[in-house]
């Protein structure tokens, strides 16, 4: 069983429509947060990270955690088609420093 | 940008043949990683390594050896190769257990 499990598997939405994904931790020793974005046939690159309870705002992406429940999600704002991609949700730290767990991944699809 | 570069970019090998995947990277960082990614399970961990000589097992590393032989060199063996293990292979770098992770354009390995 993966360590990080995201959902939904893949989401579609009109384009200028708010994107909402979710991933959540079962390794609680975790104490890293990173969500990556990887585009069809192109290596992931990372998009935010967030490491600290609360809200962490970049452009039209905003990252929540809480540390309590390990869960992270990431909310797009005004979805263009060119976020559409395959978002992975990834958990580091702790005892497992260095081992960065990703999950299956959310495939988002913004439609004109 | 960081550059982590693998070769070869596609490789078609025979069931029991022996193949080599390599990685560089130029970013002097310490931590570098194998992963392999299979859709529906994201991205898995197959090695890693936190310096020249060192190497850590990660969550899937059945069937695989890897080295990292200087700072910058890291190569994934696959010594009796499956066709399990047809997927797509990712070398990435990162300065530290907990930081930005890079990852290279990956190798399409296919073992028929």
């Known amino acids: 069983q993966q360590k990080v499990q995201q959902s939904p598997e893949s989401l579609i939405v009109p384009e200028g429509g708010m994107a909402s994904l979710n991933c959540t931790s079962s390794?609680?020793?975790?104490?890293y947060f990173w969500w990556y974005r990887q585009h069809s046939g192109k290596s992931p690159k990372m998009l935010m990270s967030i490491f600290s309870n609360g809200e962490k705002e970049e452009g039209r992406f905003t990252v929540h955690l809480n540390k309590a429940s390990l869960h992270t999600s990431l909310h797009i704002r005004d979805s263009q088609p060119s976020d559409s991609a395959l978002y992975l949700c990834?958990?580091?730290?702790?005892?497992?420093?260095?081992?960065?767990?990703f999950g299956a991944g959310t495939q988002l699809i913004v439609i004109p | 940008e960081a550059a982590v570069t693998q070769s070869p970019r596609n490789k078609v090998t025979v069931t029991g043949g022996n193949v080599t995947l390599s990685c560089r990277q130029t970013?002097?960082?310490?931590?570098m990683y194998w992963y392999r990614q299979d859709t529906g399970h994201g991205l898995r961990l197959i090695h890693y390594?936190?310096?020249?000589?060192?190497?850590q097992i990660g969550d899937v590393p059945d069937g695989y050896k890897a080295t990292r032989t200087t700072q910058e060199d890291f190569f994934l063996l696959l010594e009796l190769a499956s066709p399990s293990q047809t997927s797509l292979y990712f070398c990435?770098?990162?300065?530290?257990?907990?930081?930005?992770?890079?990852f290279g354009k990956g190798t399409r390995l296919t073992v028929v």
């Open positions: 990435a770098s990162s300065l530290t257990g907990n930081t930005e992770v890079f």
């Open positions: 390594s936190y310096g020249a000589g060192n190497l």
């Open positions: 990834a958990a580091s730290g702790g005892s497992a420093l260095g081992r960065l767990h």
């Open positions: 970013n002097s960082h310490n931590y």
């Open positions: 390794d609680r020793n975790v104490d």
